[in-house]
């Protein structure tokens, strides 16, 4: 009898952990074959995605897919024609508001969900961005290598990245290769 309930515990509980377990789907296809550094879907949904990269996994042509179905197919939004600095971040505060950042103070903002994309100007002498990220539509951040130095240096936003400053304080000694919010205070 003791053997029969052990043996039903570990079923029920080898049933159990699987059953509340997250499992992975394989992507058939991202719409490039550029390696995707940084991905992001808006808030308040999970349909529509964006994912950018670069061709190789240094100062290599970039690229920006987008997905409408949750991931299931992504198709290339930019560059429409010619190429881009490579890309290793990117951010959508909403829907239609984005920004990505990359290689060669590269950064851009699309107003209109991706269809369009203008340089913005955060910070000087910038030899590539590794991340960028919003708490919300006003509040962001990005990190950078500086060109001619080791250093790394931090921009925020507080008025959703119309204008961008140096952070003063609370840099990280080690190489930080992205960045997440805590809390709106705390990255």
């Given at each position: 009898?003791?053997?029969?309930l052990?043996?039903l ?15 992975w789907?394989?992507v058939?296809?991202?719409?490039t074959?550029f390696?995707?550094y ?9 349909t ?17 897919v987008k ?14 024609s010619g190429?881009?600095?490579g890309?290793?971040?990117?951010w ?10 990359g ?15 203008t340089?913005?100007t955060v910070g000087?002498?910038?030899?590539y961005y590794?991340?960028?990220e919003f708490?919300d539509?006003n509040?962001g951040?990005?990190?950078?290598v500086?060109?001619?130095?080791s ?5 925020i936003?507080?008025?959703g ?5 140096p952070s003063?304080s609370g840099?990280?000694t080690a190489?930080v290769m992205?960045?997440?919010?805590a ?5």
């Amino acid at each position: 009898m003791k053997r029969i309930l052990i043996s039903l515990a570990i079923i029920t509980l080898f049933l159990t952990e699987k059953s509340y377990s997250q499992e992975w789907d394989y992507v058939n296809s991202t719409g490039t074959t550029f390696i995707l550094y940084g991905m992001s879907f808006p808030p308040g949904q999970s349909t529509i995605g964006y994912a950018c990269g670069m061709q190789y996994t240094y100062d290599a042509d970039g690229v920006i897919v987008k997905t409408v179905d949750g991931g299931d197919n992504w198709t290339q939004i930019w560059p429409t024609s010619g190429s881009i600095d490579g890309l290793q971040g990117i951010w959508f505060t909403s829907d239609l508001v984005g920004f990505a950042c990359g290689w060669n103070n590269y950064f851009i903002k699309t107003t209109d969900g991706g269809t369009t994309w203008t340089p913005v100007t955060v910070g000087t002498d910038v030899w590539y961005y590794r991340d960028v990220e919003f708490w919300d539509a006003n509040n962001g951040i990005a990190v950078a290598v500086m060109n001619n130095t080791s250093n790394q240096a931090a921009f925020i936003t507080s008025n959703g990245g119309t204008t961008w400053v140096p952070s003063t304080s609370g840099m990280a000694t080690a190489d930080v290769m992205g960045i997440s919010y805590a809390s709106k205070s705390i990255v």
